[in-house]
């Protein structure tokens, strides 16, 4: 599929989209925290990114086991930090995400990571397969999250039906 395209010009292509991304993902983040927050909009971004899955139908970016262990693992430890500075505010009788300066720091870093990561790997991986570990980081970065972010959203709420 990608064979008859140069592998720099995939890596370069790649790497542009997965910045334009990152900064949307940013900039969306940022101006959600300025609405209230329910189960609802916490759960949709891992339901939704799911899909994605899809992508290891094709053989281009199918990842052997030990690297998706990797992938995982990485993730998990990047779901911490997300897990540890998400948190939320309760304001006119709605539950908000607390408004965090150091969240898009955290973002910026992850993505210049990822990026960095990219261009070290591109010389081992195909850029499919770097794909879908990435895919897989990701995802097991922002399924965790979530569902901590839930918890933690359901300990308020539940804390504001007592009050």
Avoid: C, H
């Amino acid at each position: 599929m990608f064979d008859n395209i140069p592998a720099y010009y995939l890596l370069i292509g790649t790497t542009i989209m997965a910045a334009a991304m990152g900064t949307f993902a940013l900039f969306i983040r940022i101006r959600a925290q300025k609405k209230p927050v329910n189960a609802k909009k916490i759960l949709i971004p891992p339901i939704a990114m799911s899909t994605g899955a899809s992508m290891f139908l094709f053989e281009e970016f199918r990842v052997a086991p030990p690297q998706i262990l990797e992938a995982v693992a990485v993730g998990l430890v990047f779901s911490t930090i997300l897990i540890a500075t998400s948190k939320f505010e309760v304001r006119e009788g709605a539950i908000y995400m607390k408004q965090s300066k150091a969240f898009p720091f955290i973002l910026i870093g992850l993505l210049i990571f990822r990026i960095i990561m990219k261009v070290i790997f591109a010389d081992s991986f195909d850029v499919g397969e770097l794909g879908g570990m990435f895919f897989i980081l990701a995802f097991a970065m922002l399924l965790p999250w979530r569902i901590g972010m839930l918890i933690k959203y359901k300990k308020l709420e539940k804390s504001q039906i007592v009050a």
